[in-house]
């Protein structure tokens, strides 16, 4: 009884978790810029002419505009301190990346610092990606080729 | 028309609570992070999963990293489509091409606008 009631209370008194905490804070903030992805997304489809589907093109590309902004003020590091993966997982998180290494090399000159760096953080997720699309991509058109499955 | 954005919040945030678990339970740098939810998005784009995820949660699908994957891999499966084994190789930015070249650029005005106070 004794040792049931000291768990009980240890388990009242010990701070939570911070994994909730994170978790949270990551939910609020991915959503939160996958929001704002949607309104320019349907400002591309509205006032341009742009589909559903091709409007991520634009819309990407916006993204990483506003993240250099944030980055060079200084904001999108506080948004990444409070955020976690909910501010590097979504592509403004690939932009701050490359804008921040960008910006931080600067002092060793354009070629060497700036050009040199710049895919310094996003180089892996660029080359991982490339070489398992064309993973994916070569078995699937072998599997085509021998009939297994279609397009 | 209301469904779309509160659908874009939900996935796209669910998608960084992957993230943030990798980091968080599985121990893994953000770097590796980052990495595994490209893989996973080409992975599924392979499986055809990743188009219909688009039409269902928009944003949320397209602004995570999952979606740079996917549109990887389907640039490499359209051209191959057209052009065999080749179109892999010259297919696989024709969809993600956007993403590249505004890192790139936006990434060199950046430099040339801001200088570093140590808070970028």
């Given at each position: 009884m004794?040792q049931?009631k000291?768990?009980q209370?240890?388990k009242?008194?010990?701070?939570?978790?911070?994994?909730l905490k994170n978790?949270?804070r990551?939910?609020?903030t991915?959503?939160?810029?996958?929001l704002?992805?949607q309104f320019i997304?349907?400002?591309?489809?509205t006032?341009?002419?742009f589909?559903e589907?091709?409007?991520?093109n634009p819309?990407v590309?916006?993204m990483?505009?506003?993240a250099?902004l944030?980055?060079?003020?200084g904001?999108?590091?506080k948004?990444?301190?409070?955020g976690?993966?909910?501010?590097a997982?979504?592509?403004?998180?690939?932009?701050?990346?490359?804008?921040?290494?960008?910006?931080?090399?600067?002092?060793?000159?354009?070629v060497?610092?700036?050009?040199?760096?710049?895919?310094?953080l996003?180089?892996s997720?660029i080359?991982?990606?490339?070489?398992?699309?064309?993973?994916?991509?070569l078995?699937?058109?072998i599997?085509?080729?021998f009939g297994?499955?279609?397009? | 028309?209301?469904s779309?954005?509160?659908?874009?919040?939900i996935?796209?945030g669910?998608?960084?609570?992957?993230g943030?678990?990798?980091m968080d339970?599985?121990?893994?740098?953000?770097a590796h992070?980052?990495v595994?939810?490209?893989?996973?998005?080409?992975?599924?784009?392979?499986?055809?999963?990743?188009?219909?995820?688009i039409?269902?949660?928009?944003?949320?699908a397209?602004?995570?990293i999952?979606?740079?994957?996917?549109a990887?891999t389907?640039?490499?499966?359209?051209e191959?489509?057209?052009?065999?084994l080749?179109?892999?190789?010259t297919?696989?930015?024709e969809?993600t091409s956007?993403g590249?070249s505004?890192?790139?650029?936006?990434?060199?005005?950046?430099?040339?606008?801001?200088?570093?106070?140590?808070?970028?």
């Amino acid at each position: 009884m004794q040792q049931e009631k000291y768990a009980q209370i240890e388990k009242e008194l010990s701070p939570k978790p911070p994994i909730l905490k994170n978790v949270i804070r990551a939910f609020l903030t991915g959503g939160l810029i996958c929001l704002v992805g949607q309104f320019i997304a349907l400002f591309y489809i509205t006032y341009f002419d742009f589909t559903e589907r091709t409007a991520s093109n634009p819309t990407v590309a916006t993204m990483i505009f506003i993240a250099m902004l944030l980055t060079g003020f200084g904001l999108y590091k506080k948004i990444s301190q409070f955020g976690g993966a909910g501010a590097a997982v979504p592509i403004t998180g690939f932009g701050n990346a490359v804008v921040s290494a960008a910006i931080e090399h600067k002092s060793e000159g354009y070629v060497l610092g700036v050009g040199g760096n710049m895919f310094k953080l996003a180089g892996s997720v660029i080359l991982f990606g490339v070489f398992s699309a064309f993973v994916v991509a070569l078995i699937k058109t072998i599997l085509v080729k021998f009939g297994v499955v279609s397009w | 028309m209301i469904s779309i954005y509160i659908t874009a919040f939900i996935v796209g945030g669910l998608i960084c609570v992957i993230g943030q678990l990798l980091m968080d339970v599985a121990k893994l740098t953000p770097a590796h992070t980052l990495v595994s939810l490209v893989v996973a998005g080409s992975v599924l784009d392979g499986i055809g999963w990743y188009e219909p995820f688009i039409d269902f949660a928009g944003a949320g699908a397209t602004i995570p990293i999952t979606s740079f994957g996917n549109a990887l891999t389907h640039g490499a499966m359209a051209e191959a489509e057209k052009h065999g084994l080749i179109g892999v190789v010259t297919g696989m930015f024709e969809v993600t091409s956007s993403g590249i070249s505004a890192a790139i650029i936006f990434g060199l005005i950046g430099a040339l606008l801001f200088t570093s106070k140590g808070n970028v």
